[in-house]
């Protein structure tokens, strides 16, 4: 009856059972499992792969970052460096300009001056051949002594010279 | 409600219809003996009788044939219809400790051979044959006669071991070469489409493959669960695949025969024990926390924890036998209602008026049948987790 259980039919159930399990075993349970196994070592490897990319994406921005803040500090320095550098053409250029122009300057002082004493000095002569011939046009007409009015006039002359 | 699922419900009364029909004829005429009035209950008065219960107990039990359906084959002398079964006829392979071995190609021919190894009601021989008696004077195989023939042939000495590959086996078998077909085909999308996501079949059963692994397997087995997680996938997709088939008409109920399931709880039982730890061993002849004199003075303790090692099988068996079994007796209980209150055909109001409660009911534990087919093998698959598991655990002494 339904309670029953038949031998034979234990028997095959068993038999059946078993060889399917050897089967299934060998054609569909290993290369499923493995297939799956494989899959998840993928997966978990591509995790992996991902994280420490992002990790060097994380790295190369903040070597990004820190190149960009050396640039820009460079790129600071430089225009820094060529405004002193501008200063200090323009500072040279200056100075070198004034120099010469107080080099010009002097020149022309020092020219004027010898120009000045050449000058007073042909006046200084001028002067006194004029005043000597004034002189002696006027003491030809008041003094008939000539040797005494001439020496008298060599003195005056000596005492113009030594001014 | 899809269309194939109806088309499900319709193939299983239509199974049913043929069947009773068969019963009618079968019992047509026949002269009840006081054995028979109790086996096939009161007869109609216009000669037809359905033994709903007769009819429920093929449904559920083994059989030497594979009964598809009757067909009409023509009327008998007296304007009866006639019917001829279409099924496929099993070998019988028996060994008897009086005849020896005995093959016979089918049941016919095993009672040709005038040989019955125990008390049956053979049904389903072909109307119009002739071995020996066994065909009335209008040519008609009778339940009755068969009954005769068996009194007379059987040998109430010998011991009888029937290893016939029944209805049940060669389901199983067929149900082995599915699960090779489909289990294949997934494996070979995996080299197929490797690297890819997993796609159709192959997904849906990767989710249970991997449900299984991580929910049964690894908890239990945890170090070991990849030894035995091939054993557990085949138990629950051979248990779920024979459900799901036994669901559908014409198919044997597998997992509802206790043979069955018993094997099935013996190779479980046999696994556990063989891979069994020292402490396993220990447990159960010196249990640890009990006091000696249970264990050695009065062995209470090993006796109780000895008979523990068969309980679990033997419930793990019964468990999915009564399952199985319920749900079928359900289904066709329910629909056998149709025939009861149709009064075997003849109130046809009473027929119509029980149908579509008695499809709805069908159709309710039918669903309900979907869900304990696939209940059962996890439990069975869980348990023998469990069961193993436990065997092979091994204890920190220092605990107790």
Redesign the interface.
Known sequence: M?????????????V??????V???R???????N??GE?EE?IANSLKQADQARADMERLQADNQALLKEARAERDNMLKEAGQMKDQIIGEARKEAQAAAAAEREKARAQIEAEKNNALLEIKDTAATLAVSIAEKLLRKQFDNQAAQEEYAKSLISELNNN | MTGKKRLIFTLLLLGSFSLFAQNVHQHEGDSHDAEQENLHGEEEAHGEEINVSQVM?EH???SHDWHITDIPSGTDEQGHTEYAPIALHLPW?IYDTEAGFVFASNTHALLEKGYLPYEMSVLKLNPGVDSHGLVDEHGHAHLHDIEVFKAENVNEEATV??????K??LQ??LI?LL??VV??S??RA??RR??QAPKGLQSL??LI??FLREEVAKPYLGANA?RF???L??LFF?IWFSNLFGLLPFNSNIAG????T???A??TFIITQFNGSKDHWKHVFNTPGVPWWLKFGIPLMPLVEFIGLFTKPFALAVRLFANI?AGHFMVLGLVSLIFIMGDNGTSMAGGLGIMPLSVLFTMVIFALEMIVAIIQPFIFTLLTAVFIGMAMETHDDHHH
């Open positions: 339904i309670i029953t259980p038949s031998f034979g039919l234990f028997f095959w159930t068993a059946i059972f078993l060889l399917f399990f089967l299934l075993r054609f569909a349970w290993k290369p499923i499992l297939a799956l899959r993928t | 107990l559920i039990l083994d392979m071991i029937d290893m016939s590959i029944t049940t086996a199983m078998i082995g699960l090779l289990f294949t997934v494996a995996y080299t490797e690297g059963m990767e493959i991997v990849n997680f091939p054993y996938l085949t051979f025969n206790i043979s069955v018993a094997a099935l013996v190779l079994t």
